[in-house]
C-alpha cells in the first residue's frame, strides 16, 4: 500500500459501513418523503408540498422552540458538569479513583427507571415527591411546585434531568483526553508560578479544545436527534416539552403520516446542519494551528 | 507471553467461543421453526392483547395451550401454534406495522376494540371478516359486533370481557366521613371539606396519560347533550356545529368543576397509571375514575374495602349518567396471511361457546362478547352488569390527530392553566386546521346514537 | 508550590465535600432500585422510598426464572461484541485517515459523517428494513450490530480523531522512517498510545448498544432474540407494572455492567502515565 493510497484504504470499511446503513436509507427515505406514503405503500408523487406543510405547522414552530431551548440548557450543562466533574476525579485526592466509577453510573441506568425514580422524586409532597417534602422540610413551602406539571419548570426539569444522565460521559471524553495532555507542560507552568486555577486556564484549557469540539458535538446531537427518550418517559411530550422528535413520532405511529413524519425528519436535518457547520466552521478556524 | 496476559486472552477467547455458541443456537431455532407441517402465528400488538388478558401468567398459557392442543385436534395438518404477544400498549400500533411491512409470519391479530376502529381497519393492517362474523353471529352480543364495525364491515370476532367505564372508591375513607357512594355530584362535592379535615384527597387521576382525561369529558358531554352525544360529535365533525357551541363548552366547563370544586387534585397531572394507583393504593386518595381493566389490579394490591359507583349526576345537566365502554377486544385476520381460510378456522373455534367460556373463564368478568357466557356472581360484578348497555367511546369517531390534541388541551385545562372556552376555542381552530388540509368526516355505519347496547 | 498549606488544606475538604455531593447525585437513583428491589409489590406502591417492610429475595430469582432474563443478556453480549467489533474497526480506521492524512475529497468525507449524524432513527425505520431485508440481514443480529456500529459511527470517529490528533506527530514520523507501513503504524503506535481514548469510546459505545430499546424493537422481532431492554418491556403488563422485579432484574444487570467498567477504568482510562513517547 503506498502513501498515496493510505487513506482511501483506511476509509474503506467505515465508508461501506455507513454507505450501506445510513446513506443509502437517507437517501431512500428523502426519495419517500416526496411522495405519499403511509408506511406500507407509496402513493403518488407529492413534492415539496409535505415539507410546506410542517414547516406551516403551528405544532411544529412549538417543539422547534422548546428543542431550541432545550438544547442550548443541555449543551451548555453537559460540558460545564462533565469537565467539572472530569477536574474534581483527577484531583491529587486519595480515593479518588473510585469516584470515577460512581460518577459514571447514570449513564449506565435504563431510561425507564430514570423516569420512574425522577417522576417519583419531583411529584407533589402529598404524592411521596422528595424534593417537594424536602423543601417543606427546610421550612421552603413557598419554593413547592408541581415541577414535570407546569409548563415551563418542565422543560428545565427534563433539560436538567438529561444533563444529569450524560454528565458521566462527558466526564469520561473528558478525562481520556486530559490524560493525554503532556505533563512537561504543566511542570514548565509551575515553574513559571502559575497556580491551579491558572494551570486550568491556560494549560489543560486549550489543550482539550479538540475534545471540547466533540463534546459539544455529541452534546448537540443527543439533544436534537436522542431526546425522545428522557422526554416521553417523564412527562409523556406534555406541559410545553414537546420537542421535534416526539412530535415526529406522533406523525408516524400515532397518526400515520409517516411521509410527513420522514419530511419532519430532513427537516430537522437541515436545521442541526445549520447548528452544527457553524460550530464546525467556527472552531475549525481556531483548529488550523496543529 | 506473560501469564497474566494469556490468562486474559483466554477468558476472551472463552467469551467469544461461548457467544458464537449462543449466536448459532439462536439462528438455528430461527430457522428450525420453518420445518414440516403448517404454522400459524397468532399476533397481540401489545401485551394486552392476548387471551386472559389481566390474569397470571400460568393461567394464560395454561388456557392458551388448551385451547391450541383442541385445535390441533381438529386441524391435524397444523403443527405449530405460535403466540407472539408482547410489548406496551403505546407500541402496539408500530408493533403490529413493521411485523408486517418486515413480512413476518403473522395469521391471526388478536385486536383491541379502540385500535381497530382508530388505525388497523383503515390503516390496511386487517383484513374484513363479514363472511364468517355473519355467519356465527348468534353467538354474540350486538353491541360486541357493533364495536367492530367500521365502514359498514366487520372486522373482528369479538371475544372478551365487557369493559365499562367507573369511579372505585376506598369503602373505609368514605365511611370515616360518613359517606357512602356518592350519586350525585353535589353530594360528592359537600365531602370536600370532611376529606379535606381528614387529609385524604378525594379523587386523583392519571393526568400525565393526556388520554385519560377524555373520559371526563366524555362523561360530561353525555349529560350536557341530553344522552345524545354520538349525535352531537358528529355535528361538530361534520362542521354544522362548532367545538365552541356552548353544549360543548358546557360539557368542558362541567368537567372542570371537579378541579375548582377541589374534587379532583389539580395535580393529578404528575401521575401516571402507577403513581396514581399508588396513591389510591396508599390510602391517601380515595377514589378514582378508571375502567374494568383495572380491577385485577385493585384486587391483588389494596388492603382495604373498595366498591364501584357510576359517574355521579351532575344535578344541573340534562341527561343521565352512562358507562363507556363494551366488548375490548377480539380475533382478526392479518392483512398479510398468507393463511386465510386457516385463520379464519383459528378464529370460528376460538368463538364456539365452549371454547369462549374456557378463555374467558380466569377473567371473572361481569359480562363478556358472547351472549351465553356470563361470569362474575358477585355484588361489584351484578352492581357493573346493572350499567349496561355501554356507551362507545367517542375518541373512535374523532380523528387521531384532532383526538391527539383534544386529550392535550383537557391536559391544559384540568391543570388550570386554561379556561373551558379557552379550550373549546383551540379545538375549533384545531379542527379549522384539519379541515383545509382535506379532512372530511367519514360516518361509520354504527354511529346511530340507538346501537350502542 | 505557590498556595499555602492553609489553602491547600482548604482546597482539599471543598474538594473531598464537592465529591461526596456528586457521589450523592449519582448514588441516589441506584439506592433507590437497589432498596425497591427487595420489596413487595405491594410495598412498592404504598411508598417508594421507605426501607422495606420485609426484605425479599424472590424477586431476582423470579427476574431470572420466571422472566427469563438470562437469555436477554446473551443476546445482548452478543449483539453488543458484534456490533462493537465491527464499529471499532471501522471507526479507528477512518478517524485516523481524518486526523493524519491530508488528501482531496477529506472535507467532503468529514461533511458526510456530520450529516449522518443529524439523522433520528425513526425517519430511517422505513428505508432501513428495505436494506436489510434485500440483504437477508432483517431479524439477525449481525443486521441489528451494522445497525448500532453504524449508528455510534459518527461520534466514535470524531472522538477517536480528537485523540488521535493529540499524538506527537514525531513519534509517527519515526516509525514510517523505520519502514512501518500505515496499518502497522496505528496498530502498534497509534493505538496504544491513545488507549485511554480508544477504551472510552469503546465504553460509551458499548453502553449505547447495549441499552438501545428501539432499534432491536424494531428490527429484531423474533422473542428468543430480545435483547435486555425489548425483555424488560415485557415486565410492563396489562395494568400493573412489577416495579420490584424490574428493579431487581435491573440490578442485577447494572452491577455487572459496573464491574467491568470499573476494571477497564483501572486498566486503560486510568492511563499511561508515563506515556511511551517522551
Given at each position: 500500500m503506498t502513501r498515496s493510497h493510505a487513506p482511501y484504504v483506511l476509509l474503506l470499511p467505515g465508508m461501506v459501513l455507513i454507505g450501506t446503513f445510513l446513506i443509502l436509507p437517507i437517501g431512500y427515505g428523502f426519495w419517500l418523503s416526496l411522495h405519499d406514503f403511509n408506511g406500507i405503500v407509496v402513493g403518488h408523487w407529492t413534492g415539496l408540498s409535505l415539507y410546506?406543510?410542517?414547516?406551516?405547522?403551528?405544532?411544529?414552530?412549538?417543539?422547534?422552540?422548546?428543542?431550541?431551548?432545550?438544547?442550548?440548557?443541555?449543551?451548555?450543562?453537559?460540558?460545564?458538569?462533565?469537565?467539572?466533574?472530569?477536574?474534581?476525579?483527577?484531583?491529587?485526592?486519595?480515593?479518588?479513583?473510585?469516584?470515577?466509577?460512581?460518577?459514571?453510573?447514570?449513564?449506565?441506568?435504563?431510561?425507564?427507571?430514570?423516569?420512574?425514580?425522577?417522576?417519583?422524586?419531583?411529584?407533589?409532597?402529598?404524592?411521596?415527591?422528595?424534593?417537594?417534602?424536602?423543601?417543606?422540610?427546610?421550612?421552603?413551602?413557598?419554593?413547592?411546585?408541581?415541577?414535570?406539571?407546569?409548563?415551563?419548570?418542565?422543560?428545565?426539569?427534563?433539560?436538567?434531568?438529561?444533563?444529569?444522565?450524560?454528565?458521566?460521559?462527558?466526564?469520561?471524553?473528558?478525562?481520556?483526553?486530559?490524560?493525554?495532555?503532556?505533563?512537561?507542560?504543566?511542570?514548565?507552568?509551575?515553574?513559571?508560578?502559575?497556580?491551579?486555577?491558572?494551570?486550568?486556564?491556560?494549560?489543560?484549557l486549550p489543550q482539550l479544545r479538540p475534545i471540547i469540539f466533540v463534546s459539544t458535538l455529541i452534546a448537540l446531537m443527543g439533544a436534537f436527534v436522542r431526546s425522545f427518550d428522557v422526554v416521553w418517559v417523564l412527562t409523556r411530550a406534555g406541559f410545553g416539552t414537546q420537542v421535534v422528535v416526539t412530535y415526529l413520532y406522533s406523525e408516524a405511529f400515532k397518526f400515520g403520516h409517516f411521509a410527513q413524519a420522514t419530511a419532519t425528519g430532513y427537516i430537522l436535518l437541515v436545521i442541526i446542519a445549520i447548528f452544527a457547520f457553524t460550530y464546525y466552521f467556527l472552531s475549525n478556524s481556531g483548529e488550523q494551528h496543529d | 507471553m506473560?501469564?497474566?496476559?494469556?490468562?486474559?486472552?483466554?477468558?476472551?477467547?472463552?467469551?467469544?467461543?461461548?457467544?458464537?455458541?449462543?449466536?448459532?443456537?439462536?439462528?438455528?431455532?430461527?430457522?428450525?421453526?420453518?420445518?414440516?407441517?403448517?404454522?400459524?402465528?397468532?399476533?397481540?400488538?401489545?401485551?394486552?392483547?392476548?387471551?386472559?388478558?389481566?390474569?397470571?401468567?400460568?393461567?394464560?398459557?395454561?388456557?392458551?395451550?388448551?385451547?391450541?392442543?383442541?385445535?390441533?385436534?381438529?386441524?391435524?395438518?397444523?403443527?405449530?401454534?405460535?403466540?407472539?404477544?408482547?410489548?406496551?400498549?403505546?407500541?402496539?400500533?408500530?408493533?403490529?406495522?413493521?411485523?408486517?411491512?418486515?413480512?413476518?409470519?403473522?395469521?391471526?391479530?388478536?385486536?383491541?376494540?379502540?385500535?381497530?376502529?382508530?388505525?388497523?381497519?383503515?390503516?390496511?393492517?386487517?383484513?374484513?371478516?363479514?363472511?364468517?362474523?355473519?355467519?356465527?353471529?348468534?353467538?354474540?352480543?350486538?353491541?360486541?359486533?357493533?364495536?367492530?364495525?367500521?365502514?359498514?364491515?366487520?372486522?373482528?370476532?369479538?371475544?372478551?370481557?365487557?369493559?365499562?367505564?367507573?369511579?372505585?372508591?376506598?369503602?373505609?375513607?368514605?365511611?370515616?366521613?360518613?359517606?357512602?357512594?356518592?350519586?350525585?355530584?353535589?353530594?360528592?362535592?359537600?365531602?370536600?371539606?370532611?376529606?379535606?379535615?381528614?387529609?385524604?384527597?378525594?379523587?386523583?387521576?392519571?393526568?400525565?396519560?393526556?388520554?385519560?382525561?377524555?373520559?371526563?369529558?366524555?362523561?360530561?358531554?353525555?349529560?350536557?347533550?341530553?344522552?345524545?352525544?354520538?349525535?352531537?360529535?358528529?355535528?361538530?365533525?361534520?362542521?354544522?356545529?362548532?367545538?365552541?357551541?356552548?353544549?360543548?363548552?358546557?360539557?368542558?366547563?362541567?368537567?372542570?368543576?371537579?378541579?375548582?370544586?377541589?374534587?379532583?387534585?389539580?395535580?393529578?397531572?404528575?401521575?401516571?397509571?402507577?403513581?396514581?394507583?399508588?396513591?389510591?393504593?396508599?390510602?391517601?386518595?380515595?377514589?378514582?375514575?378508571?375502567?374494568?381493566?383495572?380491577?385485577?389490579?385493585?384486587?391483588?394490591?389494596?388492603?382495604?374495602?373498595?366498591?364501584?359507583?357510576?359517574?355521579?349526576?351532575y344535578d344541573s345537566a340534562l341527561g343521565h349518567p352512562e358507562a363507556f365502554g363494551g366488548v375490548e377486544s377480539g380475533l382478526c385476520i392479518s392483512a398479510t396471511t398468507k393463511q386465510s381460510s386457516l385463520a379464519e378456522a383459528y378464529i370460528e373455534f376460538a368463538t364456539r361457546d365452549e371454547n369462549a367460556r374456557r378463555l374467558l373463564q380466569p377473567l371473572g368478568a361481569f359480562a363478556t362478547s358472547h351472549t351465553n357466557v356470563v361470569e362474575g356472581d358477585d355484588e361489584i360484578s351484578r352492581e357493573l352488569r346493572a350499567r349496561l348497555p355501554a356507551a362507545k367511546f367517542l375518541d373512535w369517531i374523532f380523528p387521531p390527530e384532532l383526538t391527539d390534541f383534544m386529550q392535550r388541551q383537557m391536559q391544559a385545562m384540568m391543570g388550570q392553566t386554561q379556561t373551558p372556552e379557552q379550550t373549546a376555542a383551540n379545538i375549533e381552530a384545531k379542527y379549522e386546521t384539519l379541515v383545509q388540509a382535506g379532512y372530511v368526516y367519514k360516518p361509520t355505519k354504527s354511529a346511530s346514537p340507538a346501537a350502542t347496547k | 508550590m505557590t498556595d499555602s498549606p492553609f489553602r491547600v488544606g482548604f482546597a482539599r475538604v471543598a474538594g473531598y465535600a464537592a465529591l461526596l455531593i456528586a457521589a450523592l447525585q449519582a448514588l441516589g437513583p441506584i439506592l433507590w432500585i437497589v432498596v425497591g428491589s427487595f420489596k413487595s409489590k405491594a410495598d412498592f406502591l404504598v411508598n417508594p422510598w421507605r426501607l422495606p417492610q420485609s426484605w425479599l429475595f424472590h424477586n431476582y430469582v423470579d427476574a431470572f426464572v420466571v422472566a427469563r432474563v438470562g437469555d436477554y443478556v446473551w443476546n445482548s453480549l452478543t449483539v453488543v461484541t458484534l456490533g462493537l467489533s465491527i464499529l471499532l474497526v471501522a471507526a479507528a480506521t477512518t478517524a485516523y485517515a481524518l486526523a493524519r492524512f491530508r488528501f482531496p475529497g477529506r472535507g467532503l468525507v468529514t461533511v458526510i459523517i456530520l450529516v449522518t449524524m443529524m439523522v433520528p432513527s425513526d425517519v430511517l425505520t422505513v428505508p432501513l428494513f428495505v436494506v436489510l431485508r434485500s440483504l437477508g440481514m432483517l431479524g439477525t443480529f449481525l443486521g441489528v450490530a451494522c445497525l448500532y456500529a453504524a449508528s455510534g459511527f459518527g461520534i466514535s470517529v470524531f472522538l477517536l480523531r480528537g485523540y488521535f490528533m493529540s499524538v506527537p506527530r514525531e513519534v509517527e514520523e519515526a516509525a514510517r522512517l523505520d519502514g512501518a507501513s500505515t496499518l502497522s503504524t496505528l496498530w502498534y503506535i497509534v493505538l496504544p498510545m491513545t488507549l485511554p481514548g480508544f477504551a472510552s469510546v469503546a465504553v460509551i459505545q458499548a453502553m449505547a448498544m447495549w441499552n438501545d430499546l428501539y432499534l432491536s424493537f424494531v428490527f429484531l422481532r423474533d422473542p428468543a432474540s430480545a435483547t435486555v431492554p425489548v425483555g424488560l418491556l415485557n415486565f410492563f403488563q396489562r395494568d400493573s407494572v412489577d416495579w420490584p422485579r424490574l428493579l431487581a432484574a435491573l440490578t442485577a444487570l447494572t452491577v455487572p455492567v459496573l464491574i467491568v467498567y470499573a476494571v477497564l477504568q483501572r486498566r486503560f482510562v486510568e492511563g499511561l502515565t508515563a506515556g511511551t513517547a517522551k
Open positions: 410546506r406543510r410542517v414547516i406551516t405547522d403551528a405544532g411544529f414552530h412549538e417543539a422547534l422552540w422548546h428543542t431550541v431551548v432545550f438544547a442550548v440548557i443541555v449543551v451548555v450543562g453537559k460540558n460545564v458538569f462533565g469537565l467539572a466533574l472530569a477536574v474534581l476525579v483527577s484531583l491529587p485526592l486519595r480515593g479518588v479513583r473510585a469516584f470515577r466509577t460512581v460518577l459514571f453510573l447514570p449513564v449506565t441506568l435504563n431510561i425507564i427507571v430514570i423516569g420512574a425514580f425522577w417522576t417519583y422524586f419531583l411529584a407533589a409532597s402529598r404524592f411521596g415527591g422528595l424534593l417537594n417534602q424536602a423543601l417543606s422540610a427546610v421550612g421552603l413551602q413557598g419554593l413547592e411546585h408541581s415541577w414535570l406539571g407546569t409548563p415551563a419548570t418542565a422543560l428545565l426539569c427534563v433539560s436538567c434531568v438529561e444533563i444529569w444522565r450524560w454528565s458521566g460521559l462527558h466526564m469520561l471524553i473528558f478525562l481520556a483526553g486530559m490524560q493525554a495532555i503532556d505533563p512537561s507542560l504543566y511542570a514548565a507552568a509551575k515553574l513559571d508560578g502559575a497556580n491551579a486555577w491558572q494551570r486550568f486556564r491556560h494549560v489543560t | 506473560s501469564g497474566k496476559a494469556s490468562a486474559i486472552l483466554g477468558a476472551i477467547a472463552l467469551y467469544l467461543a461461548a457467544l458464537a455458541w449462543h449466536w448459532v443456537h439462536v439462528s438455528k431455532q430461527g430457522s428450525a421453526s420453518e420445518g414440516t407441517g403448517i404454522k400459524l402465528v397468532v399476533f397481540g400488538p401489545s401485551s394486552w392483547d392476548g387471551f386472559a388478558p389481566g390474569a397470571a401468567e400460568d393461567v394464560v398459557a395454561r388456557v392458551t395451550g388448551d385451547l391450541d392442543a383442541r385445535f390441533r385436534i381438529e386441524h391435524p395438518q397444523v403443527k405449530q401454534i405460535v403466540h407472539d404477544v408482547r410489548g406496551p400498549v403505546a407500541d402496539g400500533l408500530a408493533r403490529l406495522r413493521n411485523a408486517e411491512v418486515a413480512g413476518d409470519q403473522l395469521d391471526v391479530v388478536v385486536c383491541a376494540a379502540n385500535p381497530v376502529n382508530t388505525a388497523y381497519a383503515r390503516g390496511g393492517l386487517i383484513a374484513p371478516l363479514d363472511a364468517l362474523v355473519t355467519r356465527i353471529r348468534q353467538r354474540f352480543t350486538p353491541g360486541a359486533v357493533e364495536n367492530f364495525t367500521v365502514d359498514g364491515h366487520i372486522w373482528a370476532a369479538p371475544l372478551s370481557a365487557v369493559n365499562l367505564t367507573t369511579f372505585f372508591y376506598n369503602k373505609d375513607l368514605f365511611a370515616n366521613v360518613g359517606a357512602g357512594a356518592p350519586k350525585t355530584y353535589s353530594a360528592f362535592r359537600a365531602l370536600v371539606p370532611k376529606f379535606r379535615a381528614a387529609n385524604v384527597i378525594p379523587v386523583v387521576h392519571q393526568g400525565k396519560n393526556a388520554w385519560m382525561w377524555l373520559f371526563y369529558y366524555m362523561s360530561a358531554l353525555t349529560q350536557a347533550t341530553e344522552n345524545r352525544q354520538v349525535l352531537f360529535v358528529e355535528r361538530m365533525l361534520e362542521g354544522t356545529t362548532k367545538f365552541t357551541d356552548a353544549t360543548n363548552v358546557r360539557a368542558l366547563q362541567l368537567a372542570r368543576d371537579w378541579v375548582d370544586d377541589g374534587l379532583l387534585d389539580a395535580q393529578s397531572n404528575e401521575l401516571d397509571e402507577t403513581t396514581m394507583k399508588s396513591v389510591f393504593y396508599s390510602g391517601k386518595a380515595a377514589a378514582f375514575f378508571g375502567d374494568t381493566w383495572d380491577i385485577p389490579g385493585i384486587t391483588s394490591n389494596v388492603t382495604f374495602h373498595w366498591g364501584v359507583f357510576p359517574f355521579p349526576q | -
